[in-house]
């Protein structure tokens, strides 16, 4: 017997896991899913991989199946919140796989596709809707929506959704909810203003906190190679060729700190023959789900994104991870590093960073309490860069107006919503730099990266040696 039979989990969803081999839970699943049967409402403090979706779906899906009740027009029984269109699809399909055995209908809606096919698909109403914050209320607002059937609510990755300007939807739709029904908290971290946005939402939960705040994943090789800006696309290109003929990179995703820059690494790596896409706010949900699609198979292994879209990305398989540009909140390296070293595999995270990027990795470090191991050049780098062939001037696939798939152009039309927090939000991080001609390093014509809400990093460093690179390559060495 497995552990989720000993649960007394309907037979439906039990034979479901079985089918997918889960006979182990993890331990955000053997914490929550107990309390979740009993009805209490859940604060759960977790990273994306540590298994929380099955962690709130399974119980709930029991409940739902224990006391059956007709669909109410444009209504929902269950209401999971989600921060961006990526996830809350996963979220959909995984939800949809547990509940394959029932009659249990799952909808998913989100930005970026047109509202008029996700509003007929709740003419009848359902069972589970999985959604974003934007969509949500634009469906709410056309009357093809009510939340007053809810009984179960979640809302999942809270900080990504208050990073992402979505604090007031929040509180609107908390105003909508049905004040009985349990209740559902997780976020990655738990600072006083995400605790504060609970107490809106939750009564009396039991908390769940599953490894420590900020942790970085213990089977992920942490590397850093300092290097100045304009050398980083050398190095990438180098450093991804050799690994893919080698076979010492699988799949790679690759993070940069703005759209143009993700764009611009995309053709870089093209150019050189590597088979690379990106995924961010510009790109029409299609080419997003394309990109996606098209590195969860394997047929593209470089996947270039931004933090806002690869938030909850889900791919077994990925060995490593790169750091283009580091981000400019330490607890964003942690969600990074977190895309690797999945279901049991080891994982490599290399950190590219420029002289004016070290109070980043200075708080990093501090953050994480790992320092990381410093990575020299390859051999001969500044001669095969020199090889290496320019990329091509064509302009990125169309950003404005209607996408490819009929919808309204992501950042325009979504209520307000997650398209234009998708944009504003990568706006705050942006370089004032970011305009200048490609290959130019961060600080040329006056410029340096800005932190969170546009603030310059507190000084600036002198690189040492030759483009400040290290001389060898270690383990990585806890600190404190």
């Known amino acids: 017997m497995s552990y989720f039979s000993s649960l007394g989990l309907a037979e439906p969803l039990t034979r479901a896991l079985a089918s997918r081999g889960y006979d182990e839970a993890t ?9 979740l049967l009993k009805g209490r409402d859940l604060l759960g403090i977790a990273q994306t991989g ?35 269109r990526e996830l809350a699809a996963q979220i959909a399909e995984n939800m949809r796989g547990y509940a394959k055995f029932t009659n249990l209908s799952v909808q998913c809606i989100f930005g970026g596709v047109p509202a008029g096919k996700q509003a007929r698909a709740l003419t009848r109403g359902c069972d589970v809707l999985v959604a974003t914050p934007g969509r949500l209320l634009d469906l709410i607002e056309q009357r093809a929506l ?29 105003n909508l909810l049905p004040k009985p029904r349990q209740s559902l908290f997780f976020s990655a971290t738990m600072p006083k ?34 290097i100045n800006q304009a050398e980083k696309q050398a190095l990438l290109t180098l450093s991804l060729r050799k690994g893919l003929a080698d076979g010492s990179v699988d799949r790679a995703l690759v993070f940069t700190r703005t759209k143009h820059g993700a764009d611009r690494v995309v053709r870089h790596l093209e150019s050189a023959g590597i088979p690379a896409a990106a995924i ?52 964003q390296y942690v969600h990074r590093i977190g895309r690797t070293a999945r279901a049991g595999r080891d994982g490599i995270a290399i950190s590219y960073v420029a002289p004016d990027e070290k109070p ?7 953050l994480t309490r790992v320092r990381l191991a410093p990575l020299g050049l390859p051999e001969n780098f500044l001669e095969e860069a020199r090889r290496l062939p320019a990329p091509s001037r064509r302009k990125p696939a169309q950003t404005a ?80």
Do not use: W
């Open 27 to 35: 331990p955000i699943q053997q914490q929550a899913i107990p309390a």
């Open 50 to 84: 540590t298994g929380k979706t099955a962690a709130f779906s399974l119980p709930s899906l029991h409940r739902l199946l224990t006391d059956p009740k007709a669909h109410r027009p444009a209504s929902c029984r269950m209401l999971v919140l989600s921060p961006t």
């Open 146 to 174: 009510t939340l007053r059937e809810v009984e179960i609510f979640v809302l999942d990755e809270a900080d990504q959704m208050m990073d992402l300007g979505f604090i007031q939807p929040l509180k609107r739709i908390a």
């Open 193 to 226: 203003a995400i605790a504060e946005l609970g107490k809106q939402f939750i009564h009396d939960p039991v908390r769940v906190e599953i490894a420590p705040q900020a942790t970085t994943a213990e089977r992920v090789e942490q590397f850093v190679t300092l």
């Open 280 to 331: 961010h706010g510009n790109k029409s949900q299609a080419q997003r789900t394309a990109a996606l699609g098209a590195f969860r198979q394997g047929k593209t292994p470089i996947l270039v994104a931004t933090d806002i879209a690869a938030r909850g990305i889900d791919v077994t398989g990925v060995s490593h991870v790169f750091n283009f540009e580091m981000p400019n909140v330490p607890e």
């Open 360 to 366: 980043y990795l200075r708080d990093i470090e501090r």
């Open 401 to 480: 107006g209607r996408s490819s798939d009929g919808g309204r152009k992501e950042g325009r039309g979504d209520h307000r919503g997650e398209g234009r927090n998708d944009h504003r939000a990568e706006r705050r991080s942006e370089p004032r730099g970011e305009r200048r001609a490609e290959g130019k390093p961060h600080g040329q014509h006056g410029q340096r990266p800005e932190g969170e809400g546009g603030q310059r990093p507190k000084r600036r460093f002198r690189s040492g040696g030759r483009n400040g690179v290290g001389a060898h390559a270690g383990k990585v060495r806890r600190t404190g």
